[in-house]
Nanobody, 122 residues
Framework: QVHVVESGGGSVQAGGSLRVSCTAL????????MSWYRQAPGKEREFVSE???????RYADSVKGRFTISQGSAKNTVALVLSSLKPEDTAMYYC????????????????WGQGTQVTVSS
């Protein structure tokens, strides 16, 4: 069963921009805490960005100043704008919903999407 769906991504030349989006299908009316990770071929999956519990964005040092995360008006969506892309940003980008607040109740989820490919050519 699919709980998280990513969209966007694609191929771009170095210096270009892309936008990837994520929608949580589980508990769609609730406010989700969602994060982005990426995995390049032959490498481990690494953290990219999230909006923390204070509502502030957090970024990996490797993408700080280049990527921007935002939550949609629908609290089960999140987007990531990737700017000033480098070939080393090439990876499969994954979204995870860590959990959701439905009112004051927290539901731990831990659902991952299938990923969306971002390829940056030099």
């Amino acid at each position: 069963q699919v709980h998280v769906v990513e969209s966007g991504g694609g191929s771009v030349q170095a210096g270009g921009s892309l936008r990837v989006s994520c929608t949580a299908l589980a508990l769609p009316a609730c406010a989700h805490r969602m994060s982005w990770y990426r995995q390049a071929p032959g490498k481990e999956r690494e953290f990219v960005s999230e909006i923390n519990s204070d509502g502030r964005p957090r970024y990996a040092d490797s993408v700080k100043g280049r990527f921007t995360i935002s939550q949609g008006s629908a609290k089960n969506t999140v987007a990531l704008v990737l700017s000033s892309l480098k070939p080393e940003d090439t990876a499969m980008y994954y979204c995870v919903t860590n959990g959701a607040f439905c009112g004051s109740d927290w539901f731990h989820l831990g659902y991952w999407g299938q990923g969306t490919q971002v390829t940056v050519s030099s």
